[in-house]
Each structure stands twice: as C-alpha cells, then as structure tokens.
C-alpha cells in the first residue's frame, strides 16, 4: 500500500510523524512526506535520506482581515496542485495529517479525491489549523482524551502520540548515557530542554539559578539551541555546576536515560518521550502556545502526579532551584512521579495510527 503523512512545521508534527513512517515501512508499505520549507524539517530528515518527501509552501492562518491573508491563500492554492499533483500520479490509500498548516492542504486534497484522510491531534485542545482541517477528514486521532470533546460528534480515536522509533532501539543504561555525554557515571542528572530550537525563558531561567544549584551533588545536560549555548554553558561553568551544553541533539535516545528529572516545555511530542523513559518532569509550559495549550498539556501530567508546573511569568531562580533541588534529593518521590508518567502514554502509539490508516476504506 501507498500512504501520505503530512508531518512538517515543528519537531512536534514532524517526529511524531516520522515514527508512523517508520512502522508503516516496516509493514512493507510506501510513505511520501509532505513537509514545511523549514529548517528544523531539512535538519530532522537528514537521518532519513530513504524517506520520499515534498515541501509545501505553507504558512500560518491569519486574520480574516490581514493583508498576510493573501499570501496565505496563495501558498496554500500552491500547496493543493502539488498535492494534487502527487496523487493523480501515485494515488496513495490514506492520508494523515499531523497537524498544523502544513497539514491542511495534503488533507484537502485527499477528501477532493475521495482517499481516506485522518488528522493527528496530539495536544489537550485543538489550535486553528486542526479545527479547520478536521471538518476534511474521516475520524481525528488523538494524545490525550480530553480533546475529543472539542470536535463535538466527529469520530475520534485515542491513539496517544507516536515516538520515533530511533528512540526506542540501541537505549544505553544511565550509566553508559551519562559517559557518552561526558559526564559522572553515578551523579544525580538533570535535563534541560526547550524543544528542538531550545527555549530562550527556560535558558535564561536555568542560567540565573546556576548558582543557587551550586555545591550539590548534581550535574545538568542542557539543551540550549545554537544562539544561547555558549551564554548557557558559561553560567554553568561560573558557578561551578558540571554540565553538558548541546546546541542541538539528534540522538535524544542517549540523553533521556541520562536523567533523573527534566525541566521541559509541555508541547505533546515532548510529553510523550518523557512518558516514553518514564521520566518525571518539571513543566513549564510555553506561555505563547497557540489555545494556551501547553498548560493544558501540563496539568493533565500534574493532575496524575507526573510533574510538576511552574508558570514562566512567575518563575524565579529563587523559587526554581529549591523546588529542583528538593525533588532531586528525594528519589522517593522522583520514583513516584515516574510511575505516573510512565502510564500517561501508550507505549505502541504508531502502531495505533498506522493500523487505523491500514484498515481504512476507500
């Protein structure tokens, strides 16, 4: 069988994405990506040089009332003949969109031509290119439960979200994990990390609690971005706390075994690959998220006792520290919150999605 997964845009659509790739392939089918022109796209595919794919011009919706709207609907008119394009040549049995605008023309283009169209929602509420390119498609998938009150009597499925199966194969123990990175085999470890560009709050909420972190047992694997790094390591380094300051990671299967506790945005991608290595977490959701859906994200893991919230706008080095330094000197509680995590996502999410698309009739 052929299939069509429209997955670009953010390390949150395209990971997630790639691991229904992944298992598809591994049935023996074929996948054509569609993905954004951007370079977190090119970067996370440059693992993946066997992958078919497209990238569409697109762009984010804008108001109603925006000059940009014009250039929105010229990328998108383009983006539908591309696909359209693709599937008079090679007709493909389903499509699925992974969310966000890159999405909606793959999608839009499917239903014109009467191939099954599933879209992946991964967050606890929609944002504005998943509510429109829902009313598009057969049935919506989902991360979390809680979203499918927000497409009302459209048929939805609760698959949770798919890891990348990179992540999955090829794990080294805690020990071996810490070494890699140039670390201490037996030091409690903290992780840092903002997403696949880094996060400019929690770099410099980090950066100012460095030295309130000093003179414990405890190291830090900090995922900055490529601007912040130097900044980042360079408190760390004043302060005397050890630490390894990577720009950017693309084998993060040798990075979250290292950890006892992370501090993370609350996007859905990254939610799950911390369920994925049970690992518990302090959140501290983008306040910018689209439908503040980062914090919705959050506190379904806080409600189960997975993590921990802390509010950016509101975050000091001062109330920061002492609430890592707490949790990581108590791995009585530290184990309790893994548990949790570690039912929050299920563990065969991909396989879900690609056998809903499978399954499907024309």
């Known amino acids: 069988m052929k299939f069509a997964i429209a997955c670009g845009g953010t390390g949150g659509h395209l990971f997630p994405g790639l691991a229904v790739a992944e298992v598809l392939r591994g049935q023996g ?3 054509l990506l569609f993905v954004s022109e951007k370079e977190v796209d090119a970067r996370a595919l440059q693992n993946h040089p066997d992958l078919a794919r497209e990238k569409l011009p697109s762009i984010g919706l804008p108001s109603v009332f925006s000059p940009a709207m014009v250039t929105f609907l010229r990328r998108l008119r383009a983006s539908l003949k591309k696909c359209g394009a693709c599937y008079d040549k090679d007709r493909p049995s389903a499509v699925l969109g992974m969310g966000g605008f890159t999405s909606i023309a793959p999608l839009i283009a499917a239903r014109r031509r009467g191939i099954p169209a599933f ?3 991964s967050n606890a509420i929609p944002g504005k290119a998943n509510r429109l390119a829902a009313r598009f498609c057969r049935a919506v998938l989902l991360g979390f439960d809680e979203c499918a009150r927000h497409f009302g009597t459209r048929a939805t499925h609760v698959t949770g979200t798919p890891i990348r199966r990179e992540l999955t194969v090829d794990v080294p123990s805690r020990e071996e994990a810490r070494l890699r990175l140039g670390l201490a085999a037996g030091r409690t470890t903290l992780l840092v990390m903002g997403g696949s ?3 400019a709050g929690i770099n410099a909420l980090l950066a100012q609690s460095a030295p309130h972190l000093a003179g414990s047992d405890l190291q830090v694997i900090h995922l900055a971005g490529e601007r912040e790094a130097a900044t980042v390591r360079g408190a760390y380094d004043t302060a005397g706390v050890p630490c390894a300051v990577l720009p950017f990671c ?7 075994p290292a950890a006892d506790l ?14 994925w290595f ?11 998220a689209a439908e503040d859906h980062q914090r919705l994200n959050a506190e379904i893991y806080a409600r189960h006792g997975a993590a921990r919230i802390v509010a950016e706008r509101e975050a000091s080095a001062e109330s920061l520290a002492p609430l890592l330094r707490s949790l990581l000197e108590s791995p009585g509680s530290l184990e309790t919150m893994a548990s949790a995590t570690r039912t929050l996502a299920p563990r065969d999410a991909a396989e879900r999605v690609a056998a809903i698309m499978t399954e499907a009739k024309p």
């Open 29 to 31: 089918h074929d996948v």
């Open 250 to 256: 693309d084998r993060m299967q040798d990075v979250y």
């Open 197 to 199: 560009q880094g996060a």
């Open 278 to 288: 049970a690992l518990p977490a302090v959140l501290i959701p983008y306040p910018y």
């Open 262 to 275: 992370a501090v993370s945005r609350a996007g859905a991608a990254s939610l799950g690959e911390l369920s």
């Open 119 to 121: 879209l992946h929602e």
